[in-house]
């Protein structure tokens, strides 16, 4: 099993411009979730997904925007980019989360820069 | 709103040196804490779940402890391969997000 795979691993954009960043896992996880990660501060939870169709938004909404059309692939989205989107992005799957706890499994992260 | 803390927020040992790293949190009710490893450059990776107060769980050097109000990250006889970014983060019963509440994480150096 490949885990949870991202894509791209690197990216850089211009301010305005737009971009899709891809999460896949091949462990049959209900649950997926998309986190940024940036200097100084821990993790945080961007939009998650309970399951194929359904998104759901978390700490850090705006600027976003998120799809789930198959249960293996979430799908971020940045409409119009701009420099305080500069971070690191991390996906992670989890078997479920409501109701039990489940540990969440991350993806190696896309490094994004929006100049 | 859940929180936590992890301290120190680096600590740099010798080989062989023992230690503890701390996470103390507050949360609406705790379904989980979770303890993970991250590398430079990569995505955490998971150590430990622990779920109740007087819980422990041990793998290798390390070994993960949970009361109440905190959680240590025992590290004995560290080696140099163990130097990493650990990362504290919980899940708690209330709101409508299931994704976990993470600390900044404590980056460890171990030397030869």
């Known amino acids: 099993n490949a885990g949870v795979t991202q894509t791209p691993k690197f990216r850089v954009l211009k301010t305005g411009q737009s971009m899709t960043l891809l999460c896949a896992q091949d462990m049959n996880h209900e649950y997926m979730y998309w986190y940024r990660q940036d200097p100084g501060m821990g993790l945080r939870l961007i939009h998650y997904s309970v399951g194929e169709g359904t998104t759901a938004k978390g700490e850090v909404p705006d600027g976003y925007n998120v799809s789930r059309l198959k249960k293996q692939n979430f799908l971020l989205g940045l409409e119009s980019a701009a420099p305080s989107q500069t971070s690191v992005y991390f996906c992670?799957?989890?078997?479920?989360?409501?109701?039990?706890?489940?540990?969440?499994?991350f993806g190696p992260g896309t490094r994004l820069t929006v100049l | 709103e859940d929180q936590v803390t992890q301290s120190p927020e680096a600590l740099r040992l010798q080989e062989g040196e023992s230690s503890s790293l701390n996470c103390s949190y507050t949360v609406s009710g705790l379904r989980g804490l979770f303890w993970y490893r991250q590398d430079p450059g990569k995505g955490p990776e998971f150590l430990f779940t622990l779920y109740s107060a007087g819980e422990e769980k041990e793998k290798e050097r390390l070994k993960a402890t949970l009361t109440k109000k905190e959680s240590f990250l025992h590290i004995t006889a560290p080696k140099p391969e163990d130097s990493a970014t650990y990362l504290c983060a919980v899940q708690g019963v209330g709101g409508g997000a299931d994704g976990l509440t993470f600390g900044k994480g404590t980056h460890l150096i171990i030397q030869p």
């Open positions: 992670a799957s989890s078997y479920s989360g409501q109701g039990g706890t489940d540990t969440q499994y």
